[in-house]
């Protein structure tokens, strides 16, 4: 059971890593520009789609996982553990994601507010100073 939740959180890590170092602003950012070009449904599951993505990478995960001693040999048992893992990353990665992304868009909303509100505050005190300086 350990090796089940060890492999989910590396595949888990290496699916939100990839997703992070190829979004806007970031090193491999070309790398997802040039896959949204492409009409291929392997691009989904290589760049595009987080909840497609451990699908393939977690392969990468169990390569990763034997060179640092996750998994000690193999055998027949990696078989039938590999689509837990598939699926099991998957959520994990696109749960954890999308909760950023929420968190993230909340932030920017709460700063619009906040910038709004700055500014709505400025135009009434400005309305203010006019109204209080035309009645006297």
């Not at 393939?56 to 640092?68: D, E, T």
């Not at 040999?73 to 590999?82: A, D, M, P, T, V």
Request: proline fraction near 1%; charge should be positive.
């Amino acid at each position: 059971m350990k090796l089940i939740f060890d492999l989910i959180l590396l595949t888990s890590i290496i699916v939100i890593g990839i997703t992070v170092v190829t979004q806007e602003g970031m090193l491999l950012f070309w790398v997802r520009e040039w896959a949204e070009e492409k009409k291929s449904k392997i691009f989904d599951a290589l760049i595009r789609c987080i909840w497609c993505m451990s699908s393939v990478w977690s392969l990468i995960g169990f390569l990763f996982a034997s060179l640092i001693g996750v998994i000690n040999h193999f055998s027949w048992h990696l078989i039938f553990i590999y689509p837990i893992v598939v699926c099991g990353s998957s959520f994990v990665s696109g749960f954890f994601w999308t909760l950023y992304k929420k968190i993230e868009i909340q932030i920017k909303v709460y700063e619009n507010e906040e910038q709004n509100l700055f500014f709505d505050l400025k135009d009434r005190k400005a309305k203010y100073k006019r109204e209080t300086t035309n009645h006297h």
